[in-house]
């Protein structure tokens, strides 16, 4: 059994951050401690770059997201160290890029090995995908099954080819048109404006890029490139969004739905596991509590809209996230385009709108008969 993760303590790890960085600030820009003596910087740096990752692992990271995250946090901390520390205490450890830099090598030497792996096995891997692909042209899903059928609880195989689908449709994707032969489709986004938010996202991220990437380097050349791969990376993710949006509608089948929203999330749910399908009559906003146990499949919005259906579990189901996260609920949120033919289709049976079209017409010829 698959056990869901709990939430990331984004609250927890905020406030120990923030303790840990005031009090470093503060031990060196205030005389309220005397003079400051030189092993003092090395305290320093064990906060910043070995209590910091570690908080971010246990807090935030822990088999929800890769570990090459934790790269990116040390190289955070390196960054805050180099601003906290004064230059005549931290000139001492000249040494620490070279470290910093091999840890990064030793991530990415472990990536490619994992690509090594892949790349062995990318025969079968292909062949699993293009039977899937000829069922249903859905990317991401078939991907990940491929790997699942092949590379079984491979978490690094699974990232790896999250990596790869994201790349392919974000650059690959922009002619392609979903087929689906087995099930019938449902699009969840042209009544949407999911596509702005995420152009103006992409805009955004592109003008900061620009002005910070300037400043940054003439401080320090290294992070103002790792800050602007990163900004580069997540354009990337948002195109895949658009493009995975557009090419996975909800697809439901004799036997199950198949929920993916955009790239981030997506449900596999067999139809006997259903309750209950209703439209939604619960309250605009879905509070955090709510939140923990509701997979919301719908889209984000400039104006985030009433979901239009509420499915009901018979027990909790497991949903995906990225790179393979898992997490479980009990109830599933969703909007589609076309509300009526889904929940005629998902519960075969008549919707509230055609109930009341027939019985107007039902009155019509009674007051007509004589």
Not at 31 to 52: E, R
Not at 77 to 89: D, H, L
Not at 129 to 142: P, V
Request: overall charge positive; glycine content about 4%; proline content about 5%.
């Amino acid at each position: 059994m698959t056990n869901a993760l709990k939430r990331p303590n984004w609250l927890m790890f905020g406030v120990l951050l923030s303790m840990i960085l005031f009090s470093n600030y503060f031990l060196y820009r205030t005389t309220l401690f005397g003079p400051v003596p030189d092993g003092a910087a090395v305290g320093s740096l064990f906060d910043l770059l070995v209590v910091v990752p570690l908080l971010a692992y246990f807090l935030i990271l822990r088999k929800r997201y890769s570990l090459k995250y934790l790269g990116a946090v040390i190289l955070a901390g390196y960054g805050a160290a180099y601003f906290i520390i004064p230059a005549s205490q931290f000139s001492q450890f000249a040494f620490l890029p070279y470290v910093i830099v091999f840890s990064e090598a030793l991530f990415i030497g472990l990536e490619l090995f994992i690509a090594y792996k892949i790349l062995t096995k990318l025969p079968v891997l292909l062949k699993e995908y293009r039977r899937l692909n000829g069922i249903n042209s859905l990317f991401l899903f078939n991907v990940k099954r491929a790997a699942e059928t092949h590379l079984p609880n491979n978490r690094l195989g699974t990232v790896f080819m999250t990596e790869f689908a994201m790349f392919n449709y974000a650059l690959f994707s922009w002619k392609k048109k979903p087929s689906i032969k087995h099930g019938d489709s449902f699009t969840y986004h042209q009544k949407t404006s999911v596509n702005a938010v995420y152009i103006m996202l992409i805009h955004a991220i592109a003008i900061e890029s620009i002005g910070l990437h300037y400043w940054l380097h003439s401080w320090n050349a290294i992070v103002a490139y790792i800050i602007l791969i990163a900004n580069i990376y997540g354009i990337i993710y948002f195109l895949a969004e658009i493009n995975s949006t557009r090419l996975t509608p909800f697809v439901l089948t004799d036997s199950h739905l198949l929920l993916q929203s955009g790239f981030s999330k997506s449900m596999y749910l067999p139809l006997e596991d259903v309750k209950e399908i209703n439209y939604y009559d619960g309250p605009e906003k879905l509070s955090r509590k709510e939140m923990n146990d509701i997979f919301d499949a719908r889209l984000p919005d400039l104006i985030q809209e009433k979901p239009m259906f509420e499915i009901i579990l018979k027990e909790p189901a497991v949903y995906e996230l990225m790179y393979g996260m898992k997490r479980k609920a009990s109830r599933i949120v969703l909007n589609v385009d076309e509300p009526e033919r889904f929940y005629r289709s998902l519960t075969g049976s008549k919707t509230p709108l055609q109930d009341s079209e027939e019985s107007m017409e039902d009155n019509k010829r009674g007051s007509n008969c004589p």
